[in-house]
């Protein structure tokens, strides 16, 4: 079945225009994981990680059928060291 992502960050919105074929939805959610964590990385370069955004993956009749939202793309360990 194919399935459009679609990021979004609540105001603002990037549309998947051709959308792509996977044949289940575990497919479907490691490939949007991989996706969030790729944009993730892009954004690190700059030095900048903006939790607000989230990819939204759509059948073909545009039903979100899947959502991820940045912040839980990734697991983050606080440092816990004092360095004073």
């Not at 105001?11 to 959610?29: F, H, I, K, N, V």
């Not at 994981?33 to 790729?38: A, E, I, M, Q």
């Amino acid at each position: 079945m194919k399935y459009f992502m679609n990021l979004r960050d609540g105001t603002e919105e990037l549309l998947d225009p051709e959308g792509t074929e996977y044949e289940s939805m575990d497919a479907l959610r490691k490939a949007v994981l991989t996706t969030v964590r790729d944009l993730m990385c892009g954004d690190m370069v700059g030095g900048v990680l903006d939790f607000r955004f989230r990819i939204d993956a759509e059948d073909a009749d545009g039903v979100i059928v899947y959502t991820l939202p940045f912040k839980h793309a990734v697991n983050i360990i606080p440092d816990t060291v004092s360095y004073d």
